[in-house]
C-alpha cells in the first residue's frame, strides 16, 4: 500500500505566495521543485492512506472525504463516479494539490503533498498536474494558440503549443478566439492547455458536464488518446455511469467512503459509449 512515507518535500520558509503569473516566473527558481522524470508505466504515481476531509462552517463539520485510502499507478485512467456531494470533488482537489486533507497521507512519487505549504503546492500543480473543469475558462481576448501558449512560459518542459492544439483536432483553429468556437472546442482547448506542459497528472472534474453526448464523445476522446499516446495519468470525475467504460479503473464514493472498486478487463473507447 502506502509504504515508508518520507519528510515533507518542501517546508521551506523562504517559498513565498504566490498571488500571479508574474509571480510564479519570479518564483521559479526559488521554489523547491521535484524533477520532472517520468516513472515507469504502472509504478506508484500517488498514494493516498486514510485521507480525512472535514469542512468547518460555524459549528457544523462536514465530513467530505472518511478515511480513503488509494493507489494511483502511473499511465492508469481512472473513472471516479458517485452521488452529488460523496465527495469526488474534495478528493480530485486534494489529489492535484488545490486541497489539503485534515488528516491522512498524500505522497506524489516519493515527496509527501499532506502538509505541504502553499508554495509547495503551488509547484506541485505548475509542473505535474493538468486541469481540466466543466467550464473551460478560456482567456477571451487570446485565441486558442496564445490560451495554450500561456502555460508554457511558466512549465519547466512544454510540448510546442501546436502540437498540443493538433493534439486535440484544432490546429485549423488555433488564431481563432473561443467565442468562435463551440463548448466541446472551447473544452479541448482547455484540455490542450493542461496537457501542454507534459503533466504527470490529468485530473478533469466533470469535463463534459456542460456538453451534449456527441461533443462529449469527442471530448472524451481527446482525453482518452493523450492517456494512450502520452501515458498520463488521467483521473476523470463523473455523474455519467456510461463513461466508467473508458477506464483501467472506475472508483466509487458513497458519503465520502470508497465503496467500490472495480478493473475493466476490456475497455471501450469513447465512440461506443452511448447514453
Ligand atoms: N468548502 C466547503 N465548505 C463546506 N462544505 C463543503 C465544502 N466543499 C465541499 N463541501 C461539502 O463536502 C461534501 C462533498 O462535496 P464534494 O463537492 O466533494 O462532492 P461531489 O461528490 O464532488 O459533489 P458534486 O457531484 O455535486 O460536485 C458535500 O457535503 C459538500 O457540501
Redesign the pocket.
Known sequence: MCGSFQRPLWTSPAAGHVTSLTDLKTTTHRTPRIPPVKPELGSPVLQAHQLRKV?R?GEVD?V?LADVSLDVAAGEFIVLL?A???????LLNILGGLDVPTSGTLQFRDHRLDGAGEAALTAYRREHVGFVFQFYNLIPSLTVRENVALVTDIAHDPMDVDEAVAMVGLAPRADHFPAQLSGGEQQRVAIARAVVKRPDLLLCDEPTGALDVHTGRLVLEVIERVNREIGTTTIVIT?NAAIAGMADRVLQ?GDGRLVREQRNTAKVSPAELAW
Open positions: 469542512y462552517t462536514v467530505a458517485g452529488s456531494g460523496s465527495g469526488k470533488s474534495t455523474h464514493l
